[in-house]
Each structure stands twice: as structure tokens, then as C-alpha cells.
DNA sequence: TTGTATGCGTTATCAA
DNA sequence: TTGATAACGCATACAA
């Protein structure tokens, strides 16, 4: 290793008896140039393994061509095919991306996001932790604020730009192909019930229990934790005192320990229990039985915010801050949820 | 949104009625400044947000506290983990990540390489993409090139410190798994037969089929691809074609192709063949009938890879250049190897 | 077409 | 303990 100077754009100038001025012209397109300098200088510049120094270009052009990704976790299918279509958009525009994981600790993305303020990103796509708390801190920073978009789990009273799907629609029509399948004790699984998606998708649940003249049991609604082991001892017990016929995930680590559960108590899917939950798993067909989802768009949702947030900064005011793209999810139908009877 | 003009040390400083290099000063540990004023400043900074710029920072300190890690692919549980290792100690040490992904593309990772010698990373961690290609470049980098270490996929000829499992072992372990639960036409399956990866594994295989005098068939060997339905064609015409009683899949994803194509074919596993890979896969319990796994201890790779990162950037020369920390992996027995005889 | 000079926001050196 | 000043590497306004 060394010494790790790396070869400025001086070093360069010299080495070809020019002045910084000419040299820098050389790496940008417009401005005015001869042909032969200018290849002159980008040989030399590969010869020499010279790369602007990115630090100094952003100081001096105020703006860092990278765009912030907050996500509550990074160990989740959604979130990272979410986040490989971001990177792909933003790739195309030559930017590149910066990932923080809040963990769902709300405290981490306060601080990420005031962090964030340095001049270190252009703009943030967020999508949130969780909401029992006082967010009104991002209106705190409204006046001059990074421009902001959110994806899947939103803010609500937090005005600006947005990417999600029709989640309660999405679950309504879950909640009625269980019912559709013979299930009439459906439990429902949340992580957070206060999160914005949480209560979105339990109103589906919930709607659609109506509809079908079903009685609602609140012993069925289940709010469960982050950690594995909790959350099994709380499915198992779900499962054995409450005896239901259909459970529904509102996330996809949930239908897992659902399946742990069931295999551990030796109760049967889709024949005892049936299960369908929200997931970005691909191969939710090689599963023992193969799982019943709601897939949401993750690529495309990654995209759309990504190509949202690239307009906010190509073309300031041009997207209401109130603007809100809804995409569908999927129901995929599979041995899960299938009716044996 | 609007204009976005951060608060910076000048505007504090007026504020204060104090010069910058006080105001500069309370941010900082070691410097002298009254414990009064110190508190005055940083009050003041939470008032106005006042978030020190990254940019200016580091060009002035020439050094950017990220490091830049460059892997194959993101969609893929292995990545997915180790980067979480890494991304656990660069937090501890105030350090950010910066990723990127090849996609298994030669010509993407020496751009990246090149490109991060611009100042914008202190070191780098790295998967490499293949080895068919002339990798020299990152020797001629070698006098000033950043502090690099590899991980799991290495190139051989290149002196850097390197985290690895024991790759031969493994494959060695897991062939001999194969033959024990009664399987004699072991089929390899590999990506990339020239990976160092590939190579290494594949040796276990060989020596493992030799030591139990099993005759070496070479049409068993099947070179994949990276995309989905062209390796469904490979394996569902390897299958009827060649009637393996045993697969080893060299990467995970194939081990899922294999599952799909078997389907396809009404061909049952564990009783037709059996089927075993190296996964990092956190439900393959899950899975119908349930994998039996090869896993890395992808997390802890990460986390001994980024260690080694950081000495070198604390101490350098405290490093050797050829060291290279080995760890295991684990054989998981699961259904897909059952042997129902 | 090329060169000179200045400033981006910060920190370190030196002087007060 | 605090302040003035220079420098980090680059890009631009302006001069040549």
C-alpha cells in the first residue's frame, strides 16, 4: 500500500504542460475545447489513472450525485429488489446510491435523515420505520429540506411524493380468497398495528370479513414482533388455543413462522390451517406447501420512486408534493390456500 | 423544497460571534476551546441543524470514512448477509458503505475499481465477478491501489488479504454426504467452471468421488448460466438425458433451478434424486422436500472481512499481505438427501 | 482556444 | 482560549 496520493488534476496539468483550467475542460462536455488537446489530455489521464477527485467536484459543483436510500431493513426480498430498481435508475442518470437500515429504530432514521443534511445526497427515498412517535420532525426541516420521496411505508400527514400499492385492496382480496377457500377464523398477523401499512391492510382484512358476514374475533388479530424466536411462541400458542382455519400475514417473515409453528405443532397446510401473506419471496413455489402471496411490484416500485425523485431534482416543482403513484399487487394462488374438501 | 442552502460553518459562526475555526473546533475532540463556548456552539448547531459538509471534510482531511464493496450480485442471500457483517463493523467505526454491484460483469468491476480511486472510498471489500479475464490490472495498480481485501470469491494471483471458507472441504463433505445416502451418478453444477470457486469446489467433488472409487463421468459436469429459463432447458435436459441419482449444486441458485426442473419432470426428490447445495438460504426448512445445505457463515465473513479492512487502515503494514482468514462451513442434513431405501 | 484567479466548506497552522 | 489565513482539488467567470 504506501502512500496514497493519488494523481490530482495539477499533477496531470503539468505532466502535460497545461493549466488546470484546460485539463478540467477536458472531463466535461460543453465547454470549449480543441479535439486534439482534449484527447491529449483523456490519454494522458488514462495513462496516468487519473480520476477526479469526487470530493473536491461536489464541494465545488454543490450537488453529490448520490441519493440516499433508507430502508427499515435490508435482510428482506421487498426492500431489496425495491432497492435494485432504484440503483438501476439511478445508474442511468450516473448517480450513484448510499443504503442506511434503520433496523426499525425510529431514533436511527431521525438521525440519518438530519445526517443526511451535509450535503452528502441530493435527495432521499425513504421508506419508514414505524409511526407510534412525533415525526413531525421531518416538517421541521421542511423549509429546506432534501427532496423526499416514500415508498411502501409511508408518513401519512407528511406531505410529499409518493410510491405504494393498494394495500387495502390488495388485502381485502385475500382476505376473501381464504373465505372463498372455506375459512371462517381467519387470524391476522401484523408486526406494528399502528403502522400506516399495518392498519391499511387490516381494514381489508376487516372490510372483507364484513362483507361476507363474518364476525370479527379481535382475539384474531395477532401483533407480533421482529425477533424469530418471539415470535413462534406466539404463533404456537395463536395456534393452538385459538384454532383458526386461515391465517394472513401482513408480512412476509410472518408467513415463515407460520410455517415453523404449524410444523413443530404437526398441524397441517393448507388442510388444518391455511395461509396466504404479503411476499417478494421468488420462490414461494418450492414451499412445503407452496405459498399463497400478495406480491407487490418491489422492482417497479423501486423504479417509480426512483424516476419521482430524479424529476423532483431535473425539474424543481414539477411534481406536486401531494403526488402519489398506486401500483397493483398480485394475488398468486397456490397449494397454501388450496381447498382439500 | 426550494432553495437548498444549507446552514454552514460561516452562518454559525455569525451567528455566534465567533470565527470558524472555534466553531470548528467544538466539533472535534482533541482541539482546546472552553467548555462554555463549546456548549454555546453545539446548542446553536442543533438550533439551525447545522450538519458539518461531508464533501468539504474529507477533501480537506483526505479521507472519506466509507468503504466501497464491490459484489457479484445483490439478490442473493450469501451477498445479501456478508454485506450486513461489513456494514455491523463499518457502523461501529463511523465508517459508511458504498455498493456495488457487477453483475458478474468483468468490464463493471475494473471500472469500479478504477473509478474509486478518486478519493471516494479509504478501502475496499471484495467478491470478485470471474477470473477468465486478464485481472492484472489490479497489480498495476498495485504501488497506490487502495487497501483491498477479498472475500469468498478471490483471485488466486492476486497478493491481498483474503476471508475464504473452506471451500474443498465442504464440497469434499458434501459429495461424500451424496454417497453415503446410496447416490452414484452425482451430477456437479457450476456457474462458472473457471471460478476459482468453481475449481476449488469442484476438486472436492472429484476427490471425493475417487476415495470411494466412484468412476469420474465427465458429462456430468454441467456448466450453467446466470439466467433462470436457460438453466431450467440445461437441467431438465441433463436429468432425462444423463439420470443422475445425485446433484450438487456449486451455488444456490442452482440448487432452486434444480427443484423447478425436477417439477417440471415429475421427477421426485429425495427418490429419484437427491439434491444438495451450497445455500444461504434462511428458510431452506422450509422448502419441498426441505435442503440439505453447504452454508457459509456469510455474516461472519463479512464482519472478519471488514476487521481486516480496518486494521489495515488503522495500522497499516500491521497486515500481511498474504494473509488469509479461513472459515467453516456447515453441512446441514436435510430431506432432499433422505434416503427412503 | 487557453490561462488566471477565485471560491466551494472545512480544518490545521500559526499568531495573537 | 480564540482568530486570521492558507490549503485540500476542482470548476467557472473572466481575461488573454
Redesign the interface.
Known sequence: ??????VNIKDLARALNLSTSTVSRAFRDNSDISKETKERILCKAKEL?Y??????S??REQR?KTIAVIVPE??NNFF??A??GI?RVARDKGY????F?TDDDFEKEVSFI??L????ADGIIMSVSGEANDHTYLDE?A?????LVFFDRVYEDIITPRVITNDYKSSFTATQHLIKQGCERIAYLAVNKNHSIGKTRMRGYLDALAKSNIPFDEKLIIDCTNKYSKNIKILKQMLTALKPDGVFTSVERLA?AT??ASYELGISIPKDVKVIGFSSLE?A??????LTTITQPATQIGIEAANLLFK?LDH??SVDADKRVVLDSKLFKRNSTANLA
Open positions: 500500500m504506501g502512500i496514497l496520493h493519488n489513472n480520476q477526479p477527485n469526487h470530493y473536491a461536489n464541494l453529490s435490508l435482510a431489496s429488489l432497492i435494485h440503483e450513484h446510491i448510499l443504503i437500515a438530519r445526517h443534511h451535509n450535503g452528502r426541516l423549509e429546506n429540506r432534501l427532496p415463515f410455517y415453523y420462490i413455489p418450492l414451499l412445503n406447501p407452496s423532483m424543481p416543482g
